[in-house]
Each structure stands twice: as structure tokens, then as C-alpha cells.
């Protein structure tokens, strides 16, 4: 990486703390939009470089939407660690927020041993443009056919999430995580191993993750929800992990500009969790569907011409 500029990296950061949490694929962009910008921004922004600076840059800003996300769900944490610290006391799991802090645990161990061996050979193997945008396309048509094919129980606790409307915002998140404090412990695996597809390049971690809970009977609220409480472990652990590489030489000359990429990061984050959660009580994931599936495949026709 011959630079990093302060505007590369505003734009960057701030895409990547808003793709992050919206079911789009924050590195599948972070890919793709230096690709089709094209001259300077594409030799300066390569995640499939070995040992790219910039691969560092984007992981690293996963601190800051991490720390947005802590922010946010800071109660509901405050509940979860309490109910780890008092289910560790106590030797048993009764409360839901004791079941709640472990069924996290368990959800997120897939993800975490796959990622731990195998995401740095996804991202630099993958992390190459053209199967950025055929993945971005394919995390569209998972992410419709999830709508399409969700189940009558998913369907009706949408309806009781859209009829508690109005109710305020701490007793919605209360009553949220009792009920996926029900979730069986082999349902919260499976959705959090829908995790590991997030490790290519186009598909998203939050999308991915929504579709599983779909699928096991959450209502979007609930599925939103979940994968938000997954992911913050999980995206926390992979921005400190990064954090010695910039540190070092990879980070010479980059302090400042990871800096501004951070701050825009964690702005971006905490702006959409807190647009997300209110739009699933009574939204869905099609429109994403349809912007990934239409922004997947304009930039493959657009790299076909190029």
C-alpha cells in the first residue's frame, strides 16, 4: 500500500461501521468500492495484498463498531455479564439472563474456531473484487429467500412485536431477551454458525445470521436483536486481534488516518443499531435483499467493462 489517505479512510471507516450492521457486508464493500472508484484508490485499498495494511485498517476499525454496539446494548450486557457472574457462582442456569449469557457463549464458538484458522485465507484468497460481488449478490437472494421461506412461527411473533408497538424502549429490549432466552441451546448454535458465511467477502454477518433466526421461528426484532448481541463478541475479538499489526510496521504512517476511520466507524455503527432495531419491529429484510442483488450485479458488469 504505496498510502492511506485521511479521505480513504473517512470513507472507509464510515461504510464500514454502517455495512457492518446492515445486512449489505461491510467488507464486501470495503472491497468493491475502491475497485470501481478505480486508479489510486484501487492499488491503495487491496485486502488480498499479503500482509495489507489496509486489510489491518478495516479489521481494526471493528474496535469502534464493536464499542457502538457496547454502547447501545450496554443494559442489556450489564445483564448478560451479571447473569454469567451469578450462573458461575451458583452452578446452574435458571435465570434468562443466566440461559441468555450462555446461549451467546455457545452460539458463538462455531464462528470463533473458524475464524480464528481460516479468515485470513478467506480474505485474501477471496478478498478480490469479482467474488466480492458474485458473494454480495448471493447474500441478496439468501437473504430473500429467508423472508420467503420463514415459518408460520416467525410470521405470528412478528405480529405480537408489531401489536406491542408504542411500548417503551427498555421494556421491549427486557421483554426481547426473555424470549430469546427460549431459544434450545442447538437452535442458538445453529444461528450463530451461520457466522462463519460472513467470512467471505459480500456476505453479511448481520444478514446471515437474521436469515438462521428467521428460519428458527424469531420475529425480525428478535433475529435483529440476536445478531447484534452475537456479533459484538465476535467483532470486538477480531479488531484486537488487529490492533498489535497496526501497532507495528503495517501501521506506520496510518496512525491518524485509523484514527478518523474510527471515529467515523463508531458513529456509523451506533447510528444504524439504533435505526435497525426500531425498523425490524415492523420491517423486513427484502429491500436489502434487493439492493445487494442489484449492487452485486452492476458491479460485475461494471468490472466486465473495465
Known amino acids: 500500500m504505496s498510502h492511506l489517505t485521511y479521505t480513504e479512510a473517512a470513507v472507509v471507516g464510515l461504510f464500514q461501521g454502517v ?9 464486501g464493500h470495503s472491497v468493491l468500492i475502491p475497485a470501481l472508484v478505480g486508479g489510486r484508490w484501487a492499488r491503495d485499498l487491496n485486502v488480498s495484498t499479503p500482509e495489507s495494511p489496509y486489510l489491518a485498517f478495516i479489521v481494526g476499525l471493528h ?7 457496547l454502547v447501545f446494548f450496554r443494559r442489556d450486557w450489564l445483564r448478560i455479564i451479571g447473569g454469567f457472574l451469578s450462573s458461575l457462582r451458583d452452578r446452574r442456569i435458571e435465570t434468562p439472563d443466566q ?26 484468497v477471496l478478498g478480490k473484487p469479482v467474488p466480492a460481488a458474485v458473494f454480495l449478490t448471493l447474500n441478496g437472494v439468501v437473504l430473500y ?8 412461527e416467525s410470521r405470528t411473533a412478528d405480529r405480537a412485536v408489531a401489536a406491542s408497538v ?5 421494556d421491549l429490549a427486557v421483554e ?9 441451546f442447538g437452535r442458538a448454535a445453529t444461528i450463530g454458525a451461520a457466522e462463519i458465511l460472513a467470512l467471505l467477502p459480500g456476505i453479511s454477518r448481520s444478514g446471515v445470521t437474521m ?52 471515529v467515523l ?23 436489502f435483499a434487493v439492493y445487494c442483488v442489484l449492487a452485486g450485479l452492476g458491479s460485475l458488469i461494471w468490472l466486465g467493462v473495465g
Not at 455495512?19 to 467488507?27: K, Y
Not at 463508531?266 to 429491500?287: C, D, I
Open 63 to 69: 474496535v469502534a463498531t464493536a464499542l457502538a454496539l
Open 166 to 170: 408504542g411500548t417503551t424502549a427498555t
Open 19 to 27: 455495512a457492518e450492521l446492515f445486512p449489505v457486508s461491510s467488507l
Open 99 to 124: 440461559r441468555l449469557a450462555w446461549l451467546i457463549i455457545v452460539a458463538t464458538i462455531p464462528v470463533g474456531i473458524v475464524g480464528l484458522f481460516a479468515e485470513h485465507a478467506f480474505r485474501t
Open 211 to 262: 436469515v438462521a433466526g428467521l428460519l428458527r421461528g424469531l420475529s425480525h426484532e428478535d433475529a435483529a436483536r440476536f445478531s447484534f448481541l452475537l456479533a459484538t463478541p465476535v467483532i470486538l475479538a477480531a479488531g484486537l486481534l488487529k490492533i498489535p499489526d497496526l501497532a507495528g510496521p503495517l501501521g506506520n504512517g496510518i496512525h491518524g488516518q485509523v484514527l478518523v476511520g474510527s
Open 176 to 184: 426481547s431477551d426473555r424470549r430469546l432466552a427460549r431459544l434450545g
Open 265 to 287: 466507524s463508531g458513529v456509523g455503527a451506533y447510528v444504524s443499531v439504533r435505526f435497525l432495531t426500531r425498523y425490524f419491529e415492523t420491517r423486513t429484510l427484502t429491500p
Open 145 to 152: 429467500a429467508g423472508e420467503r421461506l420463514r415459518r408460520g
